[in-house]
């Protein structure tokens, strides 16, 4: 009797595997098939514009109509589609990991392989022998970025939440290692920098250097599209990193050389531009400069309201918005803190969105307080902690697990460190700045009613001694004074400013006597109408430029036939008649 072979349990486990993928293989549409053959097609040809189509419609479309509620398969299965190209496949699990964290809830599974494909993707970008023959869209380029970011902001958020992990999760995140740690991230967005020198392409495109020149400047890398726009975007990636991680100074740091006007690169991609305001706009709050934010939001905003009927086209459109709304909150914010006249359109805005937080803010107070937390924790990004919960010691996890204090407040600034979260210490800190100018609202309400009087008689007012009264208008006096920005220095350094007065309030104390000065700023009309004439010279160029309809046969008869009827008589045409009315094409037929 002949004994049959053993299988070991590697090749059996191999052939449930196998036989899995089938099963799963058999189970994609043919269409979806079609489409990734298609796109792996135009991905090996570089066709930009095949790629464009794919990328923004068709994988949008079959996501709704097929994976609008589970995963696409995975590379593995269609692996045989693409004969197995590992490239595609590095670029299909970007997709595929997306999808996962934009529409379903990822495991920890999921964020680990996420982790390794973009190690994958960056390290074949970044250590292949010479530049890489691959040409991606500018879209895809920036929300490979962006994504990149994402996942790293999502893990650090779920990371911090120690309560809610399980026994295996814990000791999977304990020997993870460097995976999405800030230092990985950090080392991929300055290594692209680096690698493509696309700070040393803007300071030569600034100087007016030749073509030639340049290409000379940033190398081979440099040179190709593919790095420069990863590396420009990688900048931006930078900024909001900084940001992440409370960082607001070097984050406006890292944009030297990049200039906020509608001439810059990122202005190519619309969610790229939009995340670039808003990110420079919340530096500039955070380190007190309310006017540079206030004119860093109006410029964004109104783009936003221009472009808005071409938003709707596009996929990132819900992205846009949402953050449009945020950074209206802001406005309303800085136009608490630093009141001023930028843009009455956008402050209307505002006004309508968020009427009732914006009152409470004007009148300043106690009560003002719950409204600046409220739009602040709403408009603010989502902060990170740099460093993981300390796993290798027990006595701080026991902290970090161990049910809050009753008496612990996370706004608080005295609380415990393992009771505050990042968000909310941002928050304290920014709340102590605003309950420092909380009496500056009331007290220039009473100010502008005089142009002088006695400071007893306004310490009277508002139930305060004198020597009080004196240093609440030393406070207004130092929280009109901002550093901002002046005209024409785009091409400067988002740092630097001049401090400058920015309250149209002004007021001086001799003899117990306070002398105050207000200057009215007019609205200016000259720019309004500029603008609009130049918009409608541009629409009426469009309009002259528009060629006129060709007029069809059929309307070259009828002023003929016209012409040769008799006078006061029907005009006859060709067509069937009903009880001798003329029945219109497409009208029901009577039997």
């Known amino acids: 009797m002949r004994m049959q072979p053993q299988i070991d349990e590697a090749t059996l486990l191999a052939m449930q595997q196998h036989m899995a993928q089938q099963a799963a293989f058999s189970q994609i549409p043919d269409v979806v098939k079609g489409f990734i053959v298609h796109f792996h097609q135009a991905v090996l040809n570089n066709n930009l514009g095949e790629i464009t189509v794919a990328y923004e419609s068709g994988w949008n479309k079959y996501t709704e109509k097929f994976y609008s509620r589970t995963e696409w398969p995975e590379a593995e299965v269609i692996a045989p589609l693409v004969n197995d190209d590992p490239i595609f496949l590095i670029l299909y699990r970007e997709l595929y990991y997306r999808h996962v964290y934009s529409r379903l809830q990822p495991n920890i599974d999921d964020r680990f392989h996420s982790y390794e494909n973009s190690c994958e993707l960056f390290n074949y970008l970044l250590n292949s022998d010479g530049p890489v023959q691959l040409e991606l869209p500018e879209q895809w380029l920036w929300d490979i970025i962006d994504e990149f970011i994402y996942q790293f902001q999502v893990f650090c958020t779920w990371r911090s939440k120690v309560k809610s992990k399980t026994e295996d999760e814990l000791m999977m995140l304990a020997e993870g290692g460097p995976v999405w740690s800030s230092y990985s991230v950090l080392n991929v967005l300055y290594s692209l920098i680096q690698k493509s020198r696309v700070n040393e392409y803007i300071v030569a495109q600034q100087e007016g250097k030749t073509p030639e020149e340049i290409a000379e400047i940033v190398g081979e890398y440099g040179q190709r599209p593919l790095y420069r726009m990863l590396g420009y975007f990688s900048i931006i990636g930078l900024?909001?990193?900084?940001?992440?991680?409370?960082?607001?100074?070097?984050?406006?740091?890292?944009?030297?050389?990049?200039?906020?006007?509608?001439?810059?690169?990122?202005?190519?991609?619309?969610?790229?531009?939009?995340?670039?305001?808003?990110?420079?706009?919340?530096?500039?709050?955070?380190?007190?400069?309310?006017?540079?934010?206030?004119?860093?939001?109006?410029?964004?905003?109104?783009?936003?309201?221009?472009?808005?009927?071409?938003?709707?086209?596009?996929?990132?459109?819900?992205?846009?918005?949402?953050?449009?709304?945020?950074?209206?909150?802001?406005?309303?914010?800085?136009?608490?803190?630093?009141?001023?006249?930028?843009?009455?359109?956008?402050?209307?805005?505002?006004?309508?969105?968020?009427?009732?937080?914006?009152?409470?803010?004007?009148?300043?107070?106690?009560?003002?307080?719950?409204?600046?937390?409220?739009?602040?924790?709403?408009?603010?990004?989502?902060?990170?902690?740099?460093?993981?919960?300390?796993?290798?010691d027990p006595a701080a996890m026991s902290l970090l697990v161990a049910p809050p204090s009753p008496t612990d407040s996370p706004a608080q600034p005295n609380a415990s460190p393992t009771s505050v979260d990042p968000t909310h210490r941002h928050l304290s800190l920014f709340l102590a700045d605003v309950a420092a100018q909380a009496p500056v609202p009331t007290l220039r309400s009473f100010l502008k009613l005089y142009t002088s009087l006695g400071a007893k008689?306004?310490?009277?007012?508002?139930?305060?001694?004198?020597?009080?009264?004196?240093?609440?208008?030393?406070?207004?006096?130092?929280?009109?004074?901002?550093?901002?920005?002046?005209?024409?220095s785009e091409k400067s350094s988002l740092l630097d400013g001049q401090s400058l007065i920015s309250s149209d309030l002004n007021f001086v104390i001799a003899d117990n006597m306070v002398h105050i000065t207000e200057s009215t700023v007019g609205r200016r009309y000259a720019g309004w109408f500029i603008k609009n004439t130049e918009r409608t010279a541009r629409i009426y160029d469009e309009i002259k430029n528009t060629p006129l309809p060709q007029p069809s046969k059929n309307a070259n008869a009828i002023p003929a036939a016209a012409a040769s009827a008799p006078a006061g008589g029907d005009v006859q045409t060709k067509g069937p008649r009903m009880g001798g009315h003329k029945v219109a094409w497409g009208g029901v037929k009577v039997a």
């Open 239 to 392: 900024l909001r990193v900084h940001v992440l991680l409370g960082d607001f100074t070097l984050a406006l740091k890292v944009m030297d050389n990049v200039e906020l006007n509608q001439k810059s690169s990122f202005t190519r991609v619309t969610a790229c531009h939009v995340a670039t305001y808003y990110y420079v706009g919340f530096c500039y709050i955070m380190l007190r400069r309310y006017p540079d934010a206030l004119r860093t939001f109006v410029s964004v905003l109104n783009l936003i309201m221009r472009m808005r009927q071409y938003h709707t086209r596009s996929y990132q459109y819900d992205q846009i918005s949402k953050t449009a709304d945020r950074m209206y909150a802001l406005f309303a914010i800085c136009n608490a803190l630093s009141p001023s006249r930028y843009d009455d359109n956008i402050a209307n805005i505002s006004k309508e969105r968020y009427g009732e937080q914006f009152a409470k803010m004007a009148r300043g107070g106690e009560e003002s307080l719950a409204a600046f937390e409220e739009l602040f924790l709403y408009a603010c990004p989502k902060f990170i902690s740099a460093n993981p919960p300390p796993y290798d």
């Open 457 to 488: 008689k306004l310490a009277n007012f508002l139930d305060v001694d004198e020597e009080e009264i004196v240093q609440e208008m030393m406070l207004m006096k130092q929280a009109s004074k901002h550093i901002s920005r002046i005209g024409g």
